[in-house]
């Protein structure tokens, strides 16, 4: 079958995934479906979940830092993996209230800041 103008392959696209992912900074985390609409694959927060579970681990992306809408955990509360995910999370600052993430220690009030003055003058 051949591609259509502007369409990629499979390969590509888990690149393009794997790219946004290693892009997100310590501190800081996005969502399944931001990390498709960054990857330029609107729509496809499933297609990020594949990507993450089928990538090479010599790629060591910090796939901690990607979360469900909510801003959750998306692994089963209390598995291994669930335990993992918020304990490296946590070990960058952010706090969780009723298995949802809820804020950055260090970023605390930042977006709302940034909405209503602007970004801050001293870089920070």
Do not use: N
Not at 65 to 73: E, F, H, N, S, T
Not at 82 to 90: A, G, N, P, T, W
């Amino acid at each position: 079958m051949a591609l259509k103008r502007g369409e990629v392959t499979g390969d590509e696209r888990l690149k393009r995934i794997w790219q946004a992912v290693a892009a997100i900074p310590r501190g800081r985390v996005d969502t399944y479906g931001g990390v498709a609409c960054r990857a330029g694959l609107p729509r496809r927060a499933r297609l990020v979940g594949h990507a993450l579970k089928v990538a090479p681990s010599a790629l060591r992306l910090p796939w901690h830092r990607v979360l469900a809408a909510g801003p959750r955990i998306s692994f089963p509360q209390g598995s291994a993996a669930y335990l993992e995910q918020r304990r490296r999370l946590e070990a960058e600052g952010h706090c969780f209230c009723g298995g949802r993430l809820v804020s950055s220690a260090r970023d605390a009030g930042t977006e709302l800041d940034e909405w209503l003055w602007g970004p801050r003058k001293d870089g920070r």
